[in-house]
């Protein structure tokens, strides 16, 4: 769904978009060149994400969204800033039943931020050290370390890797010149 509305807004494919939801919301803004595309700038396309992930769409939480998308963008580039979540996570708590766990949230803007919110938490519980950030300076992309080794560095090692390897080599020759 949300592939279609980028296409109705004739922007570019979304890149990386397989990531975990706690991820994917930091995933809804990138950069294309020189060009930044933000989904949460725009009802329909917010609403799009929303339903891909089988969130409620309405009301459509645009700013709240923006505000969680900020607030685990900090706490990944610096893990002493996670205390700025728990107003965030105030909005609602987990109701138990026998045999499921519902989010339980008094506003329903906060919903789909609320889970977004507790799927990042889930995350860093599972994979504390491979939550990251693309190592790409110019990319603003976010991903989890799912290899192997844990070494992943690189959004794409087709994209981001290989510009930043022919980058250093591009430079190595010129040193040597």
Known sequence: MLAD?????DWPERPLDDQPLGTD???TRWITGTTWYDVLDHDDLTRAWLTDHGLPADPVPRAELAQTRA????????????DALDPLLAHGRLRLTVDAEHPDVADPRWHAPWVCLRDFLRLRAEHPDRIRKCANPDCVL???DTSRTGR???????VCGNRLKARRHHDRQRARA
């Open 5 to 9: 509305a980028l296409r109705a807004h």
């Open 25 to 27: 919301l930091l995933n």
């Open 71 to 82: 607030a685990i963008a900090a706490a990944i580039a610096d893990p002493t800033t996670l």
């Open 142 to 144: 976010h991903f989890v």
């Open 152 to 158: 992943r560095q690189w959004c794409s090692m087709t």
